[in-house]
């Protein structure tokens, strides 16, 4: 994608992410679930940028768990846990290597689409307040910039 | 190249006194005479001597590594039960001489001490269960990492061994379908049951080994095995800190090791299934190291003779309980927990039934008098038992003083039994004959499917052919029914390769066999609709057991989101 200045644009920014897990009775939970995997089909992913990647994603983290806590968020892409990769894995071992018993601490690393809004900053005033334009497949949108 | 570890050698030094005691086909520890159960002993070590050159010879003589894994493992069978025997001659001996030397023996000796009745003990149904963990998947790639194992277990100077299994990946637990029995253990025995384990595949380039192997072992022996030896002859023989499984030579050959062992003694005995902790012997870095889960389960039972066996009978008079009070002369047969009163001694054997049965157990008290006034049978033996609330109370007459001391004998000795035994007397265990044991089946090499291909262009070309046909041809029509049974799950652990891809199929293939195809990355699925969320059934696989490992499923429809 090319970029006007001032143009706000999605960043991969890593993030790690420690989520310390919560014992519910027998299990110790997370607090989030997961989709993706070398062995699903990617196209079905909502959250992907390129419909196939077979990586896996956070599809939804409850309210007040830990991950939440921990600063995980919906549509994070899990690149390790402790570790081990995740991008080349199944569901099923995805799964397992995030629900170890053994493990009460996972340390994750992230990758997150993110706005970069630090460009805006260090515009002239004049151009700041102009209208940004993202470009996309189908021809190119005019967006409202942020004020 | 092959590393001689600390463990010595089995083998007898050329021109060692123990080597001549072999070779003259005999092994005497003194030139005292034997009493007759020494003779006996004599006569098992001969014959272990002679399985164990014809083991020698037969390891010699095999090509296959399996055949080599079975005779080494009779070889260390036959080794160890030498030893045992070869200790407990050592063990008798000793006592002999120390008794000889010692106190004189007199008519009235010392008052010999009660001891408990003999039993069988049986131990079947053992299972292993392990513990396979993802990385076993990934860690060789097409290739079947296999061992083979096998249990030894030890009573005293018993020892048996069950057969020779091998162990794969694919299963979960290690099964054997022995039946083992030892036939004269008392209740304070121990039962030292251990796994041992080696690698099927060559540890090292050693082909060609097992004749030089076979020559050291009947010819040789080390200074650090000798004293092993040495050491096992003055221990007891079965003593439980050391293995029962000698060493193996370090030369060529399949070489085993002591994966986990457990002692079981009569708490374990149950007339069921029971677990029971595993302790773990080799660590990791062994070759033959197992994924053990750390349990072994197996029904052990105990009978104790007491209960199979009738250990008095003779004629009584009994009174029935209840009117009239008469005397009924009767044939009494004390077996097990139970008095039986038949009308005469010839109905034991035609299998009739007792005309009562008076049960004896743990609770039962038994009083033993002489009674001046009762005319003919003054011996009077009373047996009674509670019920509940009630207590029932038999009264027996004996037919002489040296009749009713003999029947308190035999009821003194159940007691102690009873008291010894503990739960084997409540009921009598079953124990099934073990059934003869069948010759080792040698287990064709469950090679991956990569081995068993074989390339023929034509068939490439007519599964090209199909591909093709399909990719151009119609959508998908629905599968017919019964294809439903090829459907493979579609989260599949293993390793499985993301790049192949089978075409989906409309139709059956009509190869002979249905062997998978596997395309390059770059191959580009078959176009579906998206949002097609129904499931195509896979290539069906007419191997299924081998589909383990394979992935021929077309491609993934779901996006299965789970909770963590």
Same mark, same amino acid.
């Given at each position: 994608m090319f970029l006007w200045p001032g143009q706000p644009f999605l960043l991969s920014v890593q993030q790690r992410v420690e989520i310390h897990k919560l014992r519910q009775g027998e299990n110790l939970i997370l607090g989030f679930s997961i989709g993706g995997g070398i062995d699903q089909d990617p196209s079905q992913n909502p959250f992907s940028e390129d419909k196939t990647d077979k990586g896996i994603y956070v599809t939804r983290v409850s309210e007040g768990g830990p991950a939440e806590i921990a600063g995980l968020q919906i549509g994070d892409k899990i690149m390790q846990v402790n570790g081990w990769d995740m991008t080349m894995v199944t569901h099923d071992q995805a799964r397992k290597r995030l629900t170890k018993r053994s493990e009460e601490v996972v340390r994750l690393l992230v990758t997150r689409q993110s706005l970069d809004t630090t460009s805006m900053l260090c515009l002239p005033p004049i151009l700041a307040s102009a209208h940004c334009w993202v470009p996309n497949s189908e021809g190119q949108e005019r967006i409202p910039g942020p004020a | 190249m092959f590393s001689r570890n600390h463990r010595s050698r089995v083998t007898v030094a050329r021109g060692s006194a123990l080597e001549m005691e072999f070779k003259r086909g005999r092994f005497r520890l003194s030139l005292l005479c034997d009493p007759p159960e020494d003779t006996e002993l004599q006569r098992k070590l001969d014959h272990e001597i002679r399985m164990r050159e014809g083991a020698c010879k037969l390891l010699a003589a095999c090509s296959q590594r399996e055949q080599a894994l079975e005779a080494t493992k009779s070889l260390l069978v036959c080794n160890s039960r030498i030893l045992n025997y070869m200790g407990e001659l050592q063990r008798r001996k000793e006592a002999q001489v120390l008794k000889k030397t010692g106190r004189r023996p007199s008519d009235s000796g010392p008052p010999t001490e009660r001891s408990p009745c003999r039993g069988q003990i049986c131990i079947s149904d053992l299972r292993i269960p392990l513990m396979w963990k993802d990385t076993e998947y990934f860690k060789n790639k097409g290739d079947l990492h296999r061992w083979a194992v096998f249990l030894l277990l030890q009573i005293g100077e018993h020892i048996q061994d069950t057969e020779m299994i091998l162990v794969d990946r694919t299963l979960t637990d290690i099964s054997f379908q022995n039946n083992v029995l030892f036939a004269e253990a008392g209740p304070d025995f121990e039962l030292r049951l251990e796994l041992y384990g080696a690698c099927v595949e060559e540890e090292g380039a050693l082909a060609g080994a097992p004749k030089r192997l076979a020559t050291k072992l009947s010819s040789s022996l080390g200074r650090s095995s000798g004293r092993r030896v040495r050491a096992s002859l003055e221990t007891a023989g079965g003593s439980g800190s050391s293995p029962i499984l000698l060493p193996t030579p370090a030369v060529g050959g399949p070489r085993y090791h002591l994966l986990a062992h457990t002692t079981l003694t009569l708490a374990a005995v149950q007339d069921g299934f029971r677990t029971h902790d595993l302790t773990l012997a080799t660590p990791e870095e062994n070759p033959a190291w197992l994924p053990l889960y750390g349990s072994v389960c197996c029904r052990l039972v105990a009978q104790p003779l007491c209960m199979i066996q009738p250990t008095a009978s003779g004629t009584l008079r009994v009174q029935q309980a209840g009117e009239p009070r008469d005397w009924v002369q009767v044939h009494g047969v004390l077996k097990g927990t139970n008095l039986f009163c038949y009308r005469q001694p010839e109905d034991t054997d035609a299998g009739d039934e007792p005309l009562f049965t008076i049960a004896i157990n743990k609770e039962t008290q038994v009083r033993a008098g002489e009674l001046d006034q009762a005319a003919g049978w003054p011996f009077t033996l009373s047996i009674s038992n509670r019920y509940g609330e009630e207590e029932v109370t038999h009264a027996l007459q004996a037919e002489s003083r040296g009749a009713l001391q003999s029947w308190m004998e035999a009821l003194w000795q159940l007691f102690f039994d009873m008291s010894q035994w503990k739960q084997c007397c409540d009921e009598i265990m079953k124990i099934e004959t073990p059934a003869p044991r069948k010759p080792p089946q040698v287990l064709a090499k469950q090679g991956s499917l990569y081995h068993e291909m074989a390339i023929e262009p034509l068939d490439d070309i007519a599964a090209v052919t199909d591909i093709l046909a399909q990719r151009e041809g119609a959508r998908l029509e629905t599968p017919p029914p019964w294809l439903a049974v090829f459907t493979d799950q579609p989260a599949l652990p293993g390793p499985c390769s993301p790049a192949s891809v089978a075409p989906a199929p409309a139709r059956i293939h009509s190869l002979p066999w249905g062997r998978p195809r596997t395309f390059s990355l770059d191959a580009v699925p078959p176009d579906h609709s998206p949002g097609a969320s129904r499931l195509v059934a896979p &290539?069906? &696989?007419?191997r299924s057991p081998r589909s383990r490992g394979l992935c021929s499923k077309g491609p993934p429809h779901t996006w299965l989101q789970s909770p963590v």
């Amino acid at each position: 994608m090319f970029l006007w200045p001032g143009q706000p644009f999605l960043l991969s920014v890593q993030q790690r992410v420690e989520i310390h897990k919560l014992r519910q009775g027998e299990n110790l939970i997370l607090g989030f679930s997961i989709g993706g995997g070398i062995d699903q089909d990617p196209s079905q992913n909502p959250f992907s940028e390129d419909k196939t990647d077979k990586g896996i994603y956070v599809t939804r983290v409850s309210e007040g768990g830990p991950a939440e806590i921990a600063g995980l968020q919906i549509g994070d892409k899990i690149m390790q846990v402790n570790g081990w990769d995740m991008t080349m894995v199944t569901h099923d071992q995805a799964r397992k290597r995030l629900t170890k018993r053994s493990e009460e601490v996972v340390r994750l690393l992230v990758t997150r689409q993110s706005l970069d809004t630090t460009s805006m900053l260090c515009l002239p005033p004049i151009l700041a307040s102009a209208h940004c334009w993202v470009p996309n497949s189908e021809g190119q949108e005019r967006i409202p910039g942020p004020a | 190249m092959f590393s001689r570890n600390h463990r010595s050698r089995v083998t007898v030094a050329r021109g060692s006194a123990l080597e001549m005691e072999f070779k003259r086909g005999r092994f005497r520890l003194s030139l005292l005479c034997d009493p007759p159960e020494d003779t006996e002993l004599q006569r098992k070590l001969d014959h272990e001597i002679r399985m164990r050159e014809g083991a020698c010879k037969l390891l010699a003589a095999c090509s296959q590594r399996e055949q080599a894994l079975e005779a080494t493992k009779s070889l260390l069978v036959c080794n160890s039960r030498i030893l045992n025997y070869m200790g407990e001659l050592q063990r008798r001996k000793e006592a002999q001489v120390l008794k000889k030397t010692g106190r004189r023996p007199s008519d009235s000796g010392p008052p010999t001490e009660r001891s408990p009745c003999r039993g069988q003990i049986c131990i079947s149904d053992l299972r292993i269960p392990l513990m396979w963990k993802d990385t076993e998947y990934f860690k060789n790639k097409g290739d079947l990492h296999r061992w083979a194992v096998f249990l030894l277990l030890q009573i005293g100077e018993h020892i048996q061994d069950t057969e020779m299994i091998l162990v794969d990946r694919t299963l979960t637990d290690i099964s054997f379908q022995n039946n083992v029995l030892f036939a004269e253990a008392g209740p304070d025995f121990e039962l030292r049951l251990e796994l041992y384990g080696a690698c099927v595949e060559e540890e090292g380039a050693l082909a060609g080994a097992p004749k030089r192997l076979a020559t050291k072992l009947s010819s040789s022996l080390g200074r650090s095995s000798g004293r092993r030896v040495r050491a096992s002859l003055e221990t007891a023989g079965g003593s439980g800190s050391s293995p029962i499984l000698l060493p193996t030579p370090a030369v060529g050959g399949p070489r085993y090791h002591l994966l986990a062992h457990t002692t079981l003694t009569l708490a374990a005995v149950q007339d069921g299934f029971r677990t029971h902790d595993l302790t773990l012997a080799t660590p990791e870095e062994n070759p033959a190291w197992l994924p053990l889960y750390g349990s072994v389960c197996c029904r052990l039972v105990a009978q104790p003779l007491c209960m199979i066996q009738p250990t008095a009978s003779g004629t009584l008079r009994v009174q029935q309980a209840g009117e009239p009070r008469d005397w009924v002369q009767v044939h009494g047969v004390l077996k097990g927990t139970n008095l039986f009163c038949y009308r005469q001694p010839e109905d034991t054997d035609a299998g009739d039934e007792p005309l009562f049965t008076i049960a004896i157990n743990k609770e039962t008290q038994v009083r033993a008098g002489e009674l001046d006034q009762a005319a003919g049978w003054p011996f009077t033996l009373s047996i009674s038992n509670r019920y509940g609330e009630e207590e029932v109370t038999h009264a027996l007459q004996a037919e002489s003083r040296g009749a009713l001391q003999s029947w308190m004998e035999a009821l003194w000795q159940l007691f102690f039994d009873m008291s010894q035994w503990k739960q084997c007397c409540d009921e009598i265990m079953k124990i099934e004959t073990p059934a003869p044991r069948k010759p080792p089946q040698v287990l064709a090499k469950q090679g991956s499917l990569y081995h068993e291909m074989a390339i023929e262009p034509l068939d490439d070309i007519a599964a090209v052919t199909d591909i093709l046909a399909q990719r151009e041809g119609a959508r998908l029509e629905t599968p017919p029914p019964w294809l439903a049974v090829f459907t493979d799950q579609p989260a599949l652990p293993g390793p499985c390769s993301p790049a192949s891809v089978a075409p989906a199929p409309a139709r059956i293939h009509s190869l002979p066999w249905g062997r998978p195809r596997t395309f390059s990355l770059d191959a580009v699925p078959p176009d579906h609709s998206p949002g097609a969320s129904r499931l195509v059934a896979p &290539l069906p &696989l007419q191997r299924s057991p081998r589909s383990r490992g394979l992935c021929s499923k077309g491609p993934p429809h779901t996006w299965l989101q789970s909770p963590v």
